[in-house]
């Protein structure tokens, strides 16, 4: 049996890409797989957490057991469901429950719509007012201790989704992009008793950059891996992982050998539990 490292912790996890809209048809998007925050949301209920799972895109993995999963599509409404899960005013038309084999996230889904028609606005810091992605209405005001963000944000979207399909009338075209909110930043700097772990994927120089996101995004720990090595990282099932600590926690850096992403992830939520726990 697991060590219930996280016992009564609350967890909440950003996965997968985001989808940025161009028009009703077609996205930009990146080619994150979810693998990574999945395995690590397996591993923290393992470990005695609760999870909230933030899945960004389409993410198409089943939900893993006993953990509460939420489906949003962009950047701007990955940050509002993030914010309001760390608050814990999300809604609970989005607890899942069921088994991980079964897809039942597509019935909480369909089940979410027919509850979505009362409209929100949320002022994310994004400094557009839009609507909220699904019906938080319910509020339960329990805070997230944890917030761990695995998802591959698009660092642009376009400035406005076109309403209608575009016609391809005219020989050239130009995207206009804007940047996206640093999500992990955001929520980090909002909240300073919370425990906030960053990833990073790197190519070269892997130390120094990582230690620049964790100063500069006010991370209590960020975990790196060599994306310029094939065998590991995006759609892969391995990783292998450096992990690099605030300084007020006085730890060394740690290196996870190559392994699963479950056995990764086993192990970043040990090495979270006996950090939190110092
Ligand atoms: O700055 P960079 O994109 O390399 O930082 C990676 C870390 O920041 C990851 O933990 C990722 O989930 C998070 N991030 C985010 N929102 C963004 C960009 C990155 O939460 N817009």
Do not use: W
């Not at 391809?168 to 940047?179: C, E, G, H, P, R």
């Not at 991370?219 to 007020?248: H, K, P, W, Y």
């Not at 730890?251 to 090495?271: G, N």
């Amino acid at each position: 049996t697991t060590p219930q490292l996280l016992a009564s912790k609350r967890v909440v996890i950003t996965a997968g890409p985001t989808v940025e809209a161009i028009d009703p048809v077609r996205y930009l998007s990146n080619h994150s797989s979810g693998k990574m925050g999945f395995a690590l949301a397996r591993a923290c209920v393992a470990a005695g957490a609760e999870v909230i799972l933030i899945a960004g895109g389409k993410v198409a993995l089943p939900t893993p057991l006993n953990v509460t999963r939420i489906d949003v599509l962009s950047a701007k409404d990955m940050l509002i469901a993030a914010q309001q899960c760390v608050d814990g005013t999300h809604s609970e038309l989005q607890l899942d429950l069921e088994d991980e084999h079964d897809h039942s996230h597509e019935h909480a889904h369909e089940h979410n719509h027919s509850h979505t028609h009362e409209h929100h606005h949320s002022d994310c810091g994004c400094g557009d007012e839009h609507e909220l992605p699904q019906a938080y209405t319910e509020h339960q005001f329990v805070k997230a201790d944890i917030f761990i963000a695995t998802a591959a944000v698009a660092d642009y979207r376009t400035i406005d989704a076109a309403p209608q399909k575009i016609k391809k009338t005219q020989d050239a075209m130009n995207l206009s992009l804007v940047k996206n909110p640093d999500i992990l930043a955001t929520i980090s700097l909002a909240h300073p008793e919370l425990f906030v772990v960053g990833f990073a994927a790197e190519t070269q120089d892997v130390e120094r950059y990582a230690r620049g996101k964790l100063a500069a995004k006010a991370l209590d720990m960020i975990a790196c891996n060599d994306v310029s090595r094939a065998d590991i990282g995006f759609a892969s099932d391995d990783n292998a992982m450096q992990v690099f600590f605030s300084e007020r926690y006085e730890r060394d850096a740690i290196t996870l050998d190559k392994a699963s992403k479950d056995k990764i992830a086993e192990q970043l939520a040990s090495i979270i539990g006996e950090t939190i726990a110092q």
